[in-house]
């Protein structure tokens, strides 16, 4: 249920505080949106974290919302106000903003039971992820190559940090 929650919080928020013109940022939405269904595809088998039903008939209903609502329209929200023309004291505020959102709501999906922690994963490292995910997400807006080198890149350090194999791929 707290999936569902979130989605409804996401849509309203996205319609208080996204610009309205979203076209623009269309292609990092659907980046960000195939980065988590790819994760899900991907490590179905060894999963690191773990969407639960937590309430709902199966886990995918969770695994979509996020994945079709959650990551779009927060990297919508996330980007129509972006403080692109300011300096990097206020993106870095900026990006911490949305940092400490996440966290907050991971932390109270974890205690609520909707996500696990699998094969080493915590808190910590969503913290780290999620850091690298909004950078990604900001320079894809603007460099889509450079931002799927850096997925590349960073997907390819988590792989060896948490042994993700090859033959626990699906």
Not at 63 to 81: C, Q, R
Not at 135 to 148: C, E, F, M, T
Not at 151 to 160: E, M, N, Q, Y
């Amino acid at each position: 249920m707290i999936a569902i929650t979130y989605s409804v919080l996401w849509i309203i928020a996205a319609f208080k505080f996204a610009d309205r013109n979203w076209m623009p940022y269309y292609p990092t939405l659907l980046f960000a949106a195939l980065g988590n269904a790819l994760y899900e595809v991907i490590c179905f088998k060894y999963q690191l974290w773990k969407m639960e039903p937590n309430g709902l008939p199966v886990a995918m209903i969770p695994i979509l919302l996020l994945t079709l609502i959650g990551m779009p329209f927060s990297t919508w929200i996330y980007l129509s106000k972006y403080p692109f023309e300011k300096g990097l004291i206020p993106q870095s505020l900026y990006i911490a903003f949305f940092v400490a959102i996440y966290t907050l709501l991971e932390f109270l999906s974890v205690k609520g039971g909707a996500i696990t922690y699998h094969h080493n994963w915590n808190l910590f490292w969503s913290v780290l992820f999620v850091i690298a995910m909004f950078n990604i997400l900001r320079i894809h807006y603007q460099k889509p190559v450079i931002a799927l080198i850096l997925s590349v890149i960073f997907i390819a350090f988590l792989c060896l940090v948490f042994d993700v194999t090859l033959d626990k791929m699906k």
